[in-house]
Each structure stands twice: as structure tokens, then as C-alpha cells.
């Protein structure tokens, strides 16, 4: 299977634990997207990468979450002291820019839940 | 990024034709309208996109409005698989989602 992977697939932490998610993209993609989703709503943007640059950040990501994208392949989204607000489901997304057009493709998410 | 509005939810007999409409008034000129559609737990597929023509791929067709500010999103024969939530979306660098609206596929 090629598609977008994630890992893990599910997380439970106690509240004012870190926790660190990892996303591996399809592999000649070159942007990477997260996005947080929680029960009911459609996915909110977090943040995206173009090979290793973070380009955007949504306003909405508080300084506890950081992601990195070192060598512009895999990703890694770290939540800091977790709060039971940030129990939701963490999707993946990569995308090829400069191809016909720029569908994103998404992976089957890690859903974290904090006690 | 222009923001989209679509109705909370919708029902569509099996073998029937399900119709989605979006609105996105707000949407400028270079934007593309996207559909994508999301099954319960798993995370949201691509359907289709497009501009300003009407477009239509193996999975379903896409109907804009000349002025853009509104388009459908058209499964031909809908089958109790097509059960999910579908999102339209206005692509600018954030992609802003809505809730979506819930489809249900009645036998």
C-alpha cells in the first residue's frame, strides 16, 4: 500500500502528557498537510509543509503543538501537556504540487483521546 | 479563503441520483471548488473538482454555476456505499471545511 500511513492509530494519554504523532506521505509528494478533526465538524487546518518548509500555520495551533518535517519526507506533529480539549482525531494529508492539480490525499488518522 | 455552506443533511434512495449543492458566494476567481467525501472513521477521499467548467469523472459530476457562487456535486446512481459525509471546499492555502452534509442512502 502507498497510500498516506499514520502512526499510531490510536492514542490515549493522561492529561499534561506529550504526545508525538507520526505521518508518512506518499513518497514523491512534496507538501504535507495536519489537520484536527473533532466529532461532528469537518477537518480544521493546522498547519502545512512544502518538502521541509513549514509554510503556514493556522492561528488556531497554540505553542504546545509543534511539527516538523526534517528531510521534507515523513512528519512528526508533538502535542505538548496535553489538555482533554485536544482529544480529537489528528489527520495526515500529502499532496504533489506543480501536478495537474493539487488533490490532497489523506490518511486514516490518529485518533487521540486524553484523560 | 472563501467559505462554503452546504445543508446539514440529505436522503437519497438507492439507484436515485443524490444532488449536493454548495454555495460559496465569496469564492474568488483562481479558486477551484474540490468535493471530498468522508466514510465513518476513515479519513476524507477525493471526488472531483473543477473552475468554472462542469466536470465529471467515474465517481460522480460536478455542475458549477456560471457566476460561481454555487456548484453540485451529482452521484448518478447512488448505492448504499455512497453513505458518508461529503465536503465541498473553496482550495485556497488553508482549505477551510465546513461540517459537510451527512448523505444517507435509503434502500
Known amino acids: 500500500d502507498t497510500g498516506v500511513s499514520q ?3 490510536h492514542k490515549i494519554t493522561k492529561r ?25 465538524q469537518g477537518p480544521e487546518f493546522l498547519t502545512y509543509f512544502q518538502n521541509e518548509a513549514q509554510l503556514e ?14 528531510k521534507g519526507s515523513f512528519s512528526t506533529l508533538e502535542i505538548q501537556r496535553t489538555e482533554q480539549g485536544d482529544s480529537a482525531m489528528y489527520l495526515c494529508a500529502s499532496s504533489l504540487v506543480g501536478a495537474s492539480y493539487n488533490e490532497q490525499f489523506f490518511g486514516p488518522g490518529t485518533r487521540l483521546t486524553v484523560l | 479563503d472563501a467559505k462554503t455552506t452546504q445543508p446539514t443533511s440529505m436522503d437519497c434512495a438507492e439507484g436515485r441520483a443524490a444532488n449536493l449543492p454548495c ?30 467548467n462542469n466536470e465529471t469523472n467515474e465517481m460522480a459530476s460536478l455542475i458549477i454555476t456560471e457566476d460561481r457562487k454555487s456548484s453540485t ?4 446512481h447512488a448505492t448504499l456505499r455512497d453513505t458518508a459525509v461529503y465536503y465541498c471546499i473553496a482550495l485556497g492555502s488553508q482549505l477551510i471545511w465546513g461540517a459537510g452534509t451527512k448523505l444517507i442512502i435509503k434502500p
Open chain 2, 73 to 76: 456535486l451529482i452521484l448518478p
Open chain 2, 23 to 52: 454555495n460559496h458566494s465569496t469564492i474568488s476567481g483562481n479558486e477551484y471548488v474540490y468535493w471530498y467525501r468522508q466514510i465513518h472513521s476513515q479519513g476524507p477521499q477525493y471526488i472531483i473538482h473543477g473552475l468554472k
Open chain 1, 57 to 70: 500555520k493556522s492561528r488556531l495551533l497554540s505553542d504546545r503543538f509543534s511539527a516538523e518535517r526534517p
Open chain 1, 7 to 9: 502512526n499510531p492509530r
Open chain 1, 16 to 40: 499534561g502528557q506529550n504526545v508525538t504523532f507520526r505521518c508518512d506521505p506518499i513518497s514523491e509528494h512534496n507538501r504535507l498537510y495536519w489537520y484536527r478533526q473533532t466529532l461532528g
